[in-house]
Every structure is written in C-alpha cells, then in structure tokens.
C-alpha cells in the first residue's frame, strides 16, 4: 500500500505573520482584482514571498482561532487586530469580495476536476497527492462560509458535484493532514479530510 504524502501544518507564527500581512494588504488585494495574490511576509530568515488569495487566509484565520489557547497575549493580540481589518474589508466592499471569492471557488473546483480526472488514469499517484489537492476543498470551505447566503444556487450546485465524484472516489480513512491539527477539523464538517482514494 503506498502511504499518503503528509501536510505538515504551518507553525502558528508563520500562520499569523501571512494573516497579518494580508491584513495590511487587504485594500489592495481588492483593488487589484486577482483571486490569487503575491504577499511579501516577514520572516526571521527574511522577506519571503507567498503566494495567497481568500481562501488562504481565511483558511488560517480558522486554524488561528481554534489554536487561540496556545497562543500568547501578543500573538492574541495580533491575531485579533488582522482578523477585524480583514472582516471590516469584507464587509465594507462586500461586492468586490462576493465576485473574488466566487471566482477563487470556481478556480478551486476546476483544480479538483482536473485531479479527480487525472484519478482515472492513475490512482496510485492519486492517492500519493489527495492530503495536498483536497487543501482546495477545504478553502472553499472557509468562502463558503464567509460567503454565506451570497452563494449562489448553480455554484452550490458545482460544488456538490465535486463533492459526488470525492465521495465516488474515496473510502473512509485515517485524518489526512497533520496529526497535531486533526481536533480542530471535525469529521462531520470536514468529511473529506478522513478519506482516501480507494487503494
């Protein structure tokens, strides 16, 4: 059996510096109108390059506050202040972030067609790459979410699709990312998290 390829999850500092560089770039990342953005974050090796979007940062924001208690009082505090400047931009251009976000969701679902289609022909390597492709799953997740009723109902319709043919694919497994994570993706939410291509 060829064992799954591991996410290893990101630190919580490297989580917080790319939640609090979007943060400060979070007008611009509307004005530029790309789904995915090039961030320059703060490191202490150096400036560091990282391309991000959306989904992204929600993504970390997420995994951010279901951490909050391993934080500390500064790190809180960072967190808090990134996460009001992003949603005070989500609501005040709340029409520019419904077209990036439904964008970034259809980009996300046609990544995930093309591997679940690449499955067919290979399902080996399908297996090897499935903790990594299904990291769109979980965006769309978080866009979802944020989205909330600004969904439309032809989008929730391609993303029940997708999640068809991953059903149609998988089989119940062991949580797919890193271990360390796995108590703040609940199973019933993130279903898609604790399966695996059939072997």
């Known amino acids: 059996m060829v064992k799954p390829s591991t996410v290893i999850a990101p630190s919580i500092p490297e989580d917080l510096r790319v939640v609090r560089a979007m943060a400060e770039q979070i007008d611009g990342y509307f004005v530029d109108d790309e789904v995915f953005r090039t961030l320059m974050v703060d490191t202490?090796?150096?400036?560091?390059?990282?391309?991000?979007?959306?989904?992204?940062?929600?993504?970390?924001?997420?995994?951010?506050?279901?951490?909050?208690?391993?934080?500390?009082?500064?790190?809180?505090?960072?967190?808090?202040?990134?996460?009001?400047?992003?949603?005070?931009?989500?609501?005040?251009?709340?029409?520019?972030?419904?077209?990036?976000?439904t964008r970034e969701i259809r980009s996300r679902l046609t990544s995930l067609s093309w591997y679940l289609d690449d499955c067919q022909d290979n399902l080996r390597q399908c297996r090897v790459q499935y903790p990594f492709e299904i990291r769109n799953r979980e965006r769309i997740e978080h866009l979802l979410e944020a989205l909330g009723e600004a969904v439309s109902p032809e989008l929730r319709r391609a993303v029940a699709q997708v999640d068809s043919r991953i059903r149609d694919l998988t089989e119940p497994g062991e949580f797919v990312w890193d271990e360390r994570i796995r108590a703040i993706y609940p199973r019933d939410r993130f279903w898609y998290l604790y399966v695996l291509p059939r072997a």
């Not at 400036?47 to 924001?61: A, E, F």
């Open 44 to 101: 202490d090796e150096g400036p560091l390059r990282l391309d991000s979007s959306l989904g992204d940062v929600l993504s970390r924001l997420y995994r951010l506050e279901a951490q909050s208690a391993r934080l500390g009082p500064e790190q809180r505090q960072e967190l808090e202040a990134a996460r009001r400047a992003i949603q005070e931009a989500l609501r005040t251009m709340r029409s520019r972030f419904v077209e990036l976000a």
